[in-house]
C-alpha cells in the first residue's frame, strides 16, 4: 500500500514539474535576454482616463494616439462617434445618449464648435439635461477640450459631446511649432 502512495506521489511530482517545464520554456521562447520584452502601454496615466490632446477642423487626437474623425461623445474611458452635421442638430434625440447612461455622469460639456452661442440654444440644452438631473455646460470647443481635460484628470464622471471647429485660429505657439518641424525636415544626421 505504501508503495502505491509512494508511486502516486512521484507521478504527481513528475507530471507537475513536467507541465511547468513546458510552461517555461513557452515563456523562455518569448524572453531573450534583458530588454527584449516590451509593452506598449495606450494611456500613460491609466488612472486619469483618456484626454484630448488636440483638435482640427477634422476632428480630434486623444492622449492614447487614437485620432476620431467628426463629432465624439467622449466619456474618461470611452469614445463614441456622434451623429450631428453641426450645432443645429443637438437637439433632445442627439443628447439622449447622455440621459440614458448609468450611472448619471456628473456633468456634461457641449462643445459647440466656433459658432457663436445664443443663449436661446444654451437654455434649450440645459432645461433637457436638468430635466435627467445632469448638469451641463455649453461652450465653443476649445474652450470645451480644456474643461473636460481639467474635470476628468480631476476624477469626476464628466463626459463631452464635442464638435470640431469649422475656422481654426493661429496662435504664435502653432506658428513657431511650424517653423520648428519644417527646420527639421532639410535636417540629415551625421553618421
Not at 63 to 76: H, I, K, R
Request: charged fraction near 20%; hydrophobic fraction near 40%; aromatic fraction near 6%.
Amino acid at each position: 500500500m505504501q508503495s502505491i502512495l509512494g508511486l502516486r506521489s512521484v507521478l504527481r511530482s513528475t507530471s507537475v514539474r513536467n507541465i511547468c517545464t513546458g510552461l517555461t520554456r513557452l515563456s523562455t521562447a518569448t524572453y531573450e535576454g534583458d530588454g527584449k520584452t516590451s509593452v506598449t502601454i495606450l494611456n500613460k496615466e491609466a488612472d486619469v482616463g483618456l484626454l484630448i490632446n488636440s483638435y482640427s477642423q477634422v476632428g480630434f487626437r486623444l492622449s492614447n494616439d487614437m485620432v476620431v474623425l467628426g463629432p465624439m461623445a467622449l466619456f474618461p474611458r470611452t469614445v463614441l462617434s456622434w451623429n450631428v452635421e453641426s450645432h443645429e442638430d443637438i437637439n433632445e434625440q442627439s443628447l439622449s445618449l447622455f440621459a440614458a447612461l448609468e450611472p448619471k455622469v456628473d456633468i456634461l460639456i457641449v462643445g459647440i464648435g466656433d459658432h457663436p452661442m445664443t443663449p436661446a440654444f444654451s437654455k434649450k440644452v440645459i432645461s433637457f439635461m436638468a430635466k435627467h438631473k445632469i448638469n451641463v455646460e455649453v461652450l465653443n470647443t476649445e474652450q470645451a477640450c480644456a474643461t473636460f481635460n481639467f474635470l476628468n484628470a480631476e476624477g469626476r464622471v464628466v463626459a463631452a459631446a464635442l464638435i470640431p471647429p469649422v475656422t481654426m485660429r493661429i496662435n504664435e505657439d502653432d506658428m513657431m511649432r511650424r517653423q520648428i518641424s519644417k527646420s527639421k525636415t532639410f535636417e540629415v544626421e551625421d553618421y
